[in-house]
């Protein structure tokens, strides 16, 4: 379910600029422009954005502010956009796992958890002057920007997200989970509050990647929780 476009396969080409959604969409995979794109495709929003409400039906749910899924081999870029529409998950059922939700993009990249040896496929993902205004919650992980990065190449250039995050699992103030890619973060902020099991400011869990950060700050207030109750409060940067 989405917007615009619903869904494409693969070697896909999708280009939307001066536009916009605002109403209410509800599926078991939505995105506000963009639904599921299949692997080896390209993507570009310009200065367009999401308002409105977007919730699902099922305990599985794969969530994004602009777009909901890229796959592999694929190229995404976002220039000038935002979205201001509550993304809402039920609180019910044991699929926390499942659950993956993004301010712009619920996930890029490779399905599976982690990269085998050697298995590098080449996404990009460039993410400039724009931002996340609105509250978001989700029964699984949570990123202020990006859900799952699982990736080569990134960018996250003049991009911020101001939107209270409550998840339950992984939550980050950009991005949840950042997985297999070179990572280069600027003039980037959250400011949001969030609250989550693993908590932090801009990117909650990495794995197998080349950050690197500058002029880039969290200010939103962190608080970490077990499942039985609150266990420790923080704030961090990264």
Not at 91 to 109: F, I, P, T
Not at 212 to 227: E, H, K, L, P
């Amino acid at each position: 379910v989405a917007g615009i476009v619903a869904g494409a396969n693969r070697r896909s080409v999708i280009s939307i600029s001066n536009s916009y959604v605002d109403m209410t969409l509800v599926g078991e995979e939505v995105g506000g422009l963009v639904g599921r794109v299949s692997d080896s495709s390209y993507v570009s929003v310009r200065n367009s954005h999401h308002s409105g409400l977007i919730t699902h039906y099922r305990d599985v749910a794969l969530l994004g502010g602009l777009i909901e899924c890229v796959g592999p081999r694929s190229v995404v870029k976002i220039y000038g956009s935002y979205n201001e529409g509550i993304i809402h998950t039920f609180n019910y059922g044991s699929q926390e796992d499942s659950v993956s939700v993004g301010g712009l993009v619920g996930r890029l990249g490779k399905y599976y958890e982690v990269f085998a040896a050697n298995e590098k496929y080449v996404d990009t993902l460039i993410i400039e002057n724009s931002y996340n205004v609105a509250t978001m919650d989700s029964r699984g992980e949570m990123g202020g920007l990006v859900g799952r990065l699982f990736g080569k190449y990134s960018v996250i250039r003049n991009s911020y997200n101001t939107g209270k995050l409550n998840g339950l699992t992984y939550v980050g103030g950009l991005v949840a989970w950042l997985s297999g890619t070179q990572m280069n973060m600027s003039n980037s902020y959250n400011s949001g509050a969030l609250r989550g099991e693993m908590v932090a400011g801009l990117i909650s869990r990495i794995e197998d990647a080349d950050l690197n950060i500058s002029a880039s700050y969290n200010t939103g207030d962190a608080v970490a929780f077990d499942r039985g109750g609150y266990n420790i409060t923080y704030a961090s940067g990264f």
